[in-house]
């Protein structure tokens, strides 16, 4: 089971249409995928059919009440597994504070998930995609301590960058925590090749990061824009649109990484 933090501190650059896509895409190629929403927002759950207003448990309960992973999981109509977020995680940081090892409680409870799927003769899952909220709270700092590896959705802007550099600061301080966390790529999101701007961050971007750069540039795509809107994920929206083609290479890229681990 791998456990990828799609992450960024900076709004607005299709953090959630990647951790929504890349989840339905790696389904789509057969692989056994869990979406878990830890975005007060609650976008990834709408993203993906689910009535976040609906749900019996989320992962606010999993959190606070100590609720198990394994009892909050819902099927998505797009064929993956999804925990759900909706407002009652709003304000969950200052809640947290005050619980013991507050910055490890969702490390816990991935491990418990583990145990019970084990205990339950369930297959396990071969990723566990979770979306962070656009801020370092903790929250955020909560799934980079349990996570494996970290995907940073990145528009190629230069206010993007400072934040890139900021949140690549906060990785390798979060190192002492869990020593395994590392940056497993940036994508580039919003790309319109036409923009001079956009070729130019680019450029920096991969003198920069190199081979963790994914070779896939997710487009400006109206079709990705759409999706949400119908609760659905790109690929089962519009299967041929540019944004969908543009994910399932990316999750191809991301397979191909695990089979290289």
Same mark, same amino acid.
């Given at each position: 089971?791998?456990?990828?933090?799609?992450?960024?501190?900076?709004?607005?650059?299709?953090? &959630?249409? @990647?951790?929504?896509?890349? @989840?339905?895409?790696?389904?789509?190629?057969?692989?056994?995928?869990? /979406?878990?929403?830890?975005?007060?927002?609650?976008?990834?759950? #709408?993203?993906?059919?689910?009535?976040?207003?609906?749900?019996?448990? &989320?992962?606010?309960?999993?959190?606070?009440?100590?609720?198990? /992973? =394994?009892?909050?999981?819902?099927? #998505?109509?797009?064929?993956?597994?999804?925990?759900?977020?909706?407002?009652?995680?709003?304000?969950?940081?200052?809640?947290?504070?005050?619980?013991?090892? =507050?910055?490890?409680?969702?490390?816990?409870?991935?491990?418990?998930?583990?145990?019970?799927?084990?205990?339950?003769?369930?297959?396990?899952?071969? %990723?566990?995609?979770?979306?962070?909220?656009? =801020?370092?709270?903790?929250?955020?700092?909560?799934?980079?301590?349990?996570?494996?590896?970290?995907?940073?959705? *990145?528009?190629? !802007?230069? %206010?993007?960058?400072?934040?890139?550099?900021?949140?690549?600061?906060?990785? !390798?301080?979060?190192?002492?925590?869990?020593?395994?966390?590392?940056?497993?790529?940036?994508?580039?999101?919003?790309?319109?090749?036409?923009?001079?701007?956009?070729?130019?961050? #680019?450029?920096? /971007?991969?003198?920069?990061?190199?081979?963790? *750069?994914?070779?896939?540039?997710?487009?400006?795509?109206?079709?990705?824009?759409?999706?949400?809107?119908?609760?659905?994920?790109?690929?089962?929206? !519009?299967?041929?649109?540019?944004?969908?083609?543009?994910?399932?290479?990316?999750?191809?890229?991301?397979?191909?990484?695990?089979? #290289?681990?």
């Amino acid at each position: 089971m791998e456990i990828i933090a799609i992450a960024n501190q900076k709004g607005g650059v299709g953090k &959630t249409t @990647t951790a929504v896509n890349l @989840t339905a895409s790696l389904a789509a190629k057969r692989k056994h995928v869990l /979406l878990i929403d830890l975005d007060p927002q609650g976008n990834a759950t #709408s993203g993906t059919g689910v009535d976040k207003n609906a749900l019996d448990l &989320t992962i606010a309960d999993v959190l606070l009440d100590g609720v198990a /992973l =394994s009892e909050a999981i819902v099927s #998505s109509p797009a064929g993956f597994d999804v925990i759900g977020a909706n407002r009652d995680l709003a304000g969950m940081d200052i809640t947290l504070m005050s619980k013991t090892n =507050s910055h490890e409680l969702f490390k816990t409870a991935m491990v418990q998930l583990a145990k019970d799927q084990i205990a339950t003769n369930k297959s396990a899952y071969d %990723y566990v995609i979770i979306d962070c909220a656009p =801020s370092l709270n903790l929250l955020t700092i909560n799934a980079l301590v349990a996570t494996d590896s970290v995907i940073i959705p *990145m528009q190629c !802007e230069y %206010y993007a960058l400072e934040g890139l550099a900021d949140l690549s600061q906060t990785i !390798e301080r979060l190192t002492e925590l869990n020593p395994k966390l590392y940056i497993r790529g940036v994508v580039r999101t919003l790309f319109d090749a036409r923009n001079t701007l956009a070729r130019d961050v #680019s450029a920096e /971007l991969e003198a920069h990061f190199g081979d963790i *750069m994914y070779k896939t540039h997710i487009p400006r795509n109206i079709r990705l824009a759409e999706a949400p809107a119908h609760g659905l994920p790109v690929i089962a929206y !519009e299967r041929w649109s540019k944004g969908a083609r543009a994910y399932q290479k990316l999750a191809a890229e991301v397979i191909k990484q695990s089979t #290289s681990l």
